[in-house]
């Protein structure tokens, strides 16, 4: 069975930074590509970023340069770090093995003055 607990959301002011953490269990994390998903009230869910197995990283053109995820197959963790976050990056935010059908319960991030 699947688990996956995101934690590391919040409010956070404009400009300011997040970092996201990921703890997957009942995959064989080291050879899982990961990415992270958000959905803002409305809205589809949309990938923010992902990490393949050998780590390579691909990013959403609104993120790029400003979100970076990497990757600890030692604790099967994946995080997501957020600088110069913006109100329109307020959304829940989940981590998700990209072969699999699993979601956690995400974490809200919320970017308001």
């Known amino acids: 069975q699947v688990q996956l607990v995101e934690s590391g959301g919040g409010l956070v002011q404009p400009g300011g930074s997040l970092r996201l953490s990921c703890a997957a269990s009942?995959?064989?994390?080291?050879?899982?590509?990961m990415g992270w998903y958000r959905q803002a009230p409305g809205k589809q869910r949309e990938l923010v970023a992902r990490?393949?197995?050998?780590?390579?990283?691909n990013y959403a053109d609104s993120v790029k340069g400003r979100f970076t995820i990497s990757r600890d197959n030692a604790k099967k963790m994946v995080y997501l770090q957020m600088n110069s976050l913006k109100p329109e990056d307020t959304a829940v935010y989940y981590c998700?093995?990209?072969?699999?059908?699993?979601w956690g319960q995400g974490t809200q991030v919320t970017v308001s003055s």
């Open positions: 998700h093995p990209l072969a699999t059908m699993s």
């Open positions: 009942g995959i064989v994390f080291s050879i899982s590509n």
């Open positions: 990490i393949n197995n050998g780590g390579s990283t």
